[in-house]
């Protein structure tokens, strides 16, 4: 059983559009993440939520809107899609947010934006 | 604010040679630290973890001391494997996780 599952692993789209990132946990975990890996590998954290409730808010646009319906699913929502948004998109979950918490990450999505 | 160092990649050993990866920390208190594996088209994968002051952590062969002295928390395997060639990332985590720029390993047969 896949732990943490992101849908689709691959995702092609047109400046302008509007789409969304799926991701699912089965651990039971009650934080879920979503970070931003660039063309350099480097990982940034976008949001942060724990038991659907919003925690962390990085500087991020305001094209990007997190939805968590339950604490298992956090769902990533991109308005208005610009180049710089081509990247690969990380869920992870932890179980509680606890500094010594060790995240899980799902196999990530590659958005390009042409 | 809290950040990572890492040693740039990338590295590019014989198999069986000795790896050292630095990663060094700056946070205020005393953050947890990680290290992730990320193989060529996957995620993320923790390869282990400390939570506190001269502890280790290990796992397949590699090890990290966690040195609050030198805030530093380096990767070392005595001999490495082809199937070891991936990217490696150092963390800390203190509210928030913060990850290191990522080294890249390669090793050679």
């Known amino acids: 059983d896949t732990a943490v599952s992101q849908t689709p692993k691959y995702l092609v789209t047109q400046m302008g559009n509007d789409k969304s990132i799926k991701c699912e946990q089965n651990l039971g975990h009650d934080t879920m993440y979503w970070y931003k890996q660039d063309s350099k590998k480097f990982l940034k954290i976008m949001f942060s939520?724990?038991?659907?409730?919003?925690?962390i808010n990085e500087t991020v646009p305001n094209r990007f809107s997190p939805k968590s319906p339950d604490k298992a699913h956090l769902n990533l929502h991109i308005n208005s899609l610009e180049l710089g948004d081509s990247a690969v998109y990380f869920c992870a979950s932890s179980p509680s947010g606890r500094n010594t918490d060790t995240q899980y990450f799902g196999p990530g999505t590659r958005l390009t934006v042409l | 604010g809290d950040s990572v160092t890492q040693m740039e990649g990338p590295v590019t050993l014989s198999e069986e040679a000795f790896l050292t990866i630095n990663c060094t920390y700056t946070?205020?208190?005393?953050?947890?630290l990680f290290w992730y594996v990320q193989y060529p088209g996957e995620g993320l994968q923790l390869l282990l973890k400390a939570t506190k002051a001269d502890d280790k952590g290990s796992n397949k062969g590699f090890e990290a001391t966690y040195r609050k002295e030198t805030t530093s928390f380096h990767l070392e395997k005595g001999s490495v494997q082809v199937s070891d060639s991936a990217v490696y990332f150092c963390a800390s985590s203190r509210n928030k996780f913060y990850f290191g720029s990522g080294t890249k390993l390669n090793v050679k047969p």
């Open positions: 946070a205020t208190g005393y953050p947890s």
């Open positions: 939520y724990n038991n659907k409730e919003l925690i």
